[in-house]
């Protein structure tokens, strides 16, 4: 019996070890928020290089942000595809509340601070799930 | 020591169930799809009515696409968010060729012929993944 336990323990560990792993694949559709930036200077290398790794630092700082996806623009297959933004974002919450709360975040307010002045234009839609 | 065996391949048969239950709320950062769609009549119930169904029955129906969300706008609290458009959709895939696929899948031919009357302006953003 004790054989039985060690080995379920073990497996609910390996288990719950490799869902730690794939906490940015999980997506919570309570509450989505994805936001696309253009920059000023869409191939700056350094613009890029500033912007992804602040927005990285505050993503895994956040609390409340889950998924946690930063995309740019593959090339455009079709003409209803909008692939003119520099990068774009998809995080979800667990409530509309959580995603007010991760608006005034010490690391998203810092994020906003350095990186605002990077880009020309954001659009942010949010969504809540039909179900 | 089958004792064992039959609790391993008990435990991995509930854990695999509640995976696919759970299938809608996995997200693939290989190709995020993310789709807005504007009615021509956002209020009419019966639009909405065939939308979700059709949406629903080509998605359930579909190969290649993971995630799933199907969504409505929260009322905008802030300037920046547009909160104007009547749907979104946001997909995930594991491939581009994966979403390339998709396009022609035929319940998605089916859902553009039954639905593309209800809307007036439909805007894709597709993203990969930067990492």
Redesign the interface.
């Known amino acids: 019996m004790k ?2 336990i060690a ?2 323990i073990l ?2 560990t390996v ?1 719950s070890c490799s869902q730690k792993k794939n906490d ?6 309570t ?2 928020h ?1 936001v ?1 930036f253009w920059f000023k200077n869409p191939d700056s290398k350094a613009d890029k290089a500033k912007f ?1 790794a602040s927005l990285t630092t505050f993503l895994n700082n956040s609390q409340y942000a889950k ?1 946690k ?6 090339n ?3 003409d ?4 003119s ?1 520099t ?2 974002l ?1 995080l ?1 919450f667990e409530s ?1 509340e959580a995603q ?1 709360k991760y ?1 005034s975040e010490p690391p998203h307010l810092k994020f906003v601070e350095e990186c605002s002045d990077l880009w020309e234009k ?10």
């Open positions: 054989k039985v080995i379920l497996t609910m288990l940015m694949k999980t997506f919570d559709p509450f989505a994805t696309f992804e998924t996806f930063i995309g740019t623009a593959p455009a297959s079709r209803v595809v909008d692939g933004f990068y774009s998809i979800s509309a007010a608006q954001v659009i942010v839609y949010d969504s809540k799930t039909i179900n």
